[in-house]
Structure formats: C-alpha cells, structure tokens
C-alpha cells in the first residue's frame, strides 16, 4: 500500500520534477487490479524461488519446466512476449497485460522508471476516426476536415496541416485550447492523485467533497488504462 497521507500537499512535492512516464507509473501502482495481480505474481515467484533458487544459482531448467511459471499466451494478445508452445512466461504477461517491458515492479516501488527497472512499451498511435453523415459534436480540442479521396492526397494533407496549425495557433491566442504539457497538468494530476490516496485510506467521501465528483471519475479512469495517455504528452 502507498503511505502518503492526502491531506498533507508537502508530501506530494517530489511530483514537480516527475516526467510523463514517471507519471503514468503514479497512477498505475494505485490501480487495485494492479497491486492484486502483483501480489499474486509475487507470490508465485516467491513459490519457484524457494524451489529453485535464486540466480546464480537457480536451477533454470527446472523453473521452467514448471507450469506454474507460465501462462497461456491468449493472456497475452496485445503484448510482444516471446510465445513458447502456446505459453508465455509469468513475469512477461505481467508486463504485457499493463503495458511495460522489464520485472513488473512492486506498487510500493516509487521510481521504477528513474532507476531503469520499468520502460513502458512503445505505443502505436491510434487510428483516426473516420467521419460520414451529420457533422459531429466536437470538443474545443478537436478540429473536422473533409478530404476529397477521389484527388491526390499530397496536396491536401499538406493544406490540412497548414491550416491546422493556423487553427492551433488561433485557438490558443484567443485562450480556448490549452496545450497539453507535464508542466502545466501537474498540479491536476497531484490532486488526483491525492483523490485515489484518500480512497485508498478509507477517506473518500471527505476527499470528494473537497475535489468533486468529476475528479474521482478522472482519477479512476488514469488508473485503468488512461495512464497510458500520459505517455503522449510531452514533459
């Protein structure tokens, strides 16, 4: 469990200096899917070390031989882990299932990322979405072109990202789109944080007087898979 006490805004200084993957990481340790599928990873490995030893003495061979050191590789269809006979190895489908290469760290571990025990795997972007019919309902973030299929495409996508970039520019001149930076979400992201740390005390009706409701939904929701999103904001 993480000890920091919500109320007390001084114990929450080390974020100033924490970058968009350090970030994600804060909000994935106070996942409780997280910290229950590691207890129980941890468990396991604990299990095949009192068997098998720990390097460099383990008995390698008979590690993995044991099924207990497996899991079937349907548990692991978004990640990159080495298949072996239809079964991937316990500690990789860990990592693969919450989006990270390397030994899935402890939620109490609190820099995994700054000490080079933790890389979030690379994400490929999403697919934008393809618009037809009734013109939508866009968000203040977001912007509609129409591009003609039946032309060369090179010239409109270069007019599509001069004119984007014009529309950025206007949009933030007349202070109705904020961009997206570590440094100016940070002091959001500590009260979110300070949210899920009072839930986590038991304290979650006190915290959400303070915060609001919408803050425990965005702060749950950065814990499941927005924390990946994080990823994608420059530091």
């Known amino acids: 469990m ?3 006490d919500w109320k007390e805004i001084k114990a929450y200084a080390f974020c100033g200096e924490l970058t968009s993957a350090q970030w994600a990481w ?3 340790r106070r996942n409780p899917g997280y910290q229950q599928e590691w207890q129980q990873f941890w468990q ?4 095949l070390e009192a068997a098998y030893g720990k390097p460099p003495d383990r008995d390698f061979c008979a590690w993995k031989n044991d099924p207990r050191a497996w899991l079937p590789a349907s548990e692991c269809l978004d ?3 080495r298949i ?4 991937v190895l316990i500690e990789c489908a860990l990592g693969a299932r919450w989006g990270f290469h390397k030994f899935p760290p402890n939620p109490e571990d609190d820099d995994p990322v700054g000490e080079g025990r933790l890389n979030w795997r690379p994400r490929s972007e999403e697919e934008l979405p393809v ?3 009734e013109a939508p309902d866009l968000s203040q973030e977001q912007m509609a072109l129409v591009f003609d299929l039946s032309l060369p495409l090179r010239p409109q996508l270069d007019q599509a990202r001069h004119q984007l970039q014009l529309e950025t520019s206007r949009r933030r001149r007349e202070n109705r789109l904020a961009p997206k930076r570590v440094r100016l979400l940070k002091d959001h992201w500590v009260m979110l944080l ?6 986590a005390a038991g304290e979650a009706a006190q915290a959400t007087q303070l915060f609001g409701d919408e803050a425990v939904r965005e702060a749950v929701a950065l814990t499941e898979k927005g924390y990946l999103e994080l990823l994608r ?3």
């Open 131 to 133: 618009l037809s019919g």
């Open 194 to 199: 300070r949210m899920l740390d009072a839930r």
């Open 84 to 87: 072996d006979e239809d079964k």
């Open 2 to 4: 993480i000890n920091r």
């Open 79 to 81: 990640g990159e882990c």
């Open 233 to 235: 904001i420059p530091d």
């Open 44 to 47: 396991t490995w604990q299990d």
């Open 26 to 28: 804060e909000f994935l």
